[in-house]
């Protein structure tokens, strides 16, 4: 099973890496951005653990390292 | 007083460290490397260096809070032991939980690598006894991810129970309160951005960290 878990940080939390990208992409014309916000994706291999094991592994998996839940969130993708 | 310097893949300012614990104490440290299981017996400081453990991947210190040692250390650290996390080592602290908080990319998205004038916010603890409350101190600082960030119910929380140790007097990375170093609950946990342990010679950056090495020594010769 593939795992697709996502982090992003919190509404609310600075987020200058986002802010200099959004600078970038008016600097080369793209008119239309209003803000950019920066996170990242983890694609995960899960072998053939059923749907709700493999859920409740990643959402340990997110709390213990993947997201750091004091300016993080995170959402959980499987298929 | 019996030493221990926590070494990961890399850590650049373990052999520093080592050198001021050594100048301190007049006993050279023990060094641990990360995938050791077991602390030395009869520690009375831990010091978790600055560097890249682990390329600072994923987060800084997210990996290395990981290693099989950091457990040992947040059990010495939960039985009353004294930790001193500098730079790297201060965000290893917060990744474990030691410490409150958050430290995040610089304001200004640039690597600062200079000398920067602090204010001993908080004297009252082994690692700043040393100083006196409002004192101007010099330390090195060199970092990429320092700008520390918290939720208001925890900033308040540092500012009432006076755990807020070290301050930039002017601002260097962006960090709520001007925070440079913090302290933990029980005052034994020290996590901060400037490089004591590089102030410690007239020769080389100056003397400024010093006094935290000594009253650190004295402290715990005493105890």
């Known amino acids: 099973m593939k795992a697709r878990v996502f982090v992003t940080l919190k509404s609310g939390v600075l987020d200058p890496q986002g802010a200099a990208i959004g600078t970038a992409l008016g600097g080369m014309g793209f008119d239309g951005v209003e803000s950019v916000r920066q996170g990242k994706v983890f694609e995960i291999e899960m072998g053939d653990a059923d749907e709700a094991t493999a859920r409740d592994q990643l959402d340990a998996m997110c709390r213990r390292l993947l997201a750091n839940t004091v300016i993080e969130d995170y959402s959980i993708e499987l298929g | ?223």
Not at chain 2, 137 to 149: F, S
Request: glycine share 10%; charged share 20%.
């Open chain 2, 1 to 223: 007083m019996k030493t221990a310097v926590i070494v990961f893949p890399g850590s650049n300012c373990d052999r520093d460290m080592a050198v001021a614990l050594r100048e301190a104490t007049g006993q050279a440290p023990a060094m641990i490397w990360h995938k050791d299981s077991r602390l030395p017996e009869g520690l009375d400081l831990i010091a978790v260096p600055g560097g890249f453990s682990f390329g600072d991947y994923l987060r800084c210190g997210a990996i290395a809070a990981q290693s099989p040692i950091m457990r040992e250390v947040v059990a010495f650290a939960e039985k009353g032991g004294h930790v001193l996390g500098v730079c790297n080592g201060f965000q290893v602290l917060i990744e474990t939980g030691l410490l409150p908080g958050v430290l995040m990319r610089n304001a200004t998205l640039k690597f600062v690598c200079r000398d920067v004038q602090l204010r001993v916010d908080e004297a009252q603890s082994a690692f700043t006894r040393g100083y006196a409350a409002g004192q101007e101190i010099v330390l090195p600082v060199a970092h990429h991810d320092g700008c520390y960030v918290a939720d208001d119910a925890t900033l308040k929380q540092l500012e009432d129970d006076q755990r807020i140790a070290f301050r930039y007097r002017d601002a260097v990375n962006g960090s709520m309160n001007d925070i440079a170093g913090i302290l933990s609950t029980n005052r034994r946990v020290l996590g901060m951005m400037p490089h004591p342990e590089r102030a410690v010679d007239a020769k080389v950056l100056g003397t400024d960290g010093l006094p935290m090495f000594r009253t650190l020594a004295d402290s715990m010769v005493t105890a």
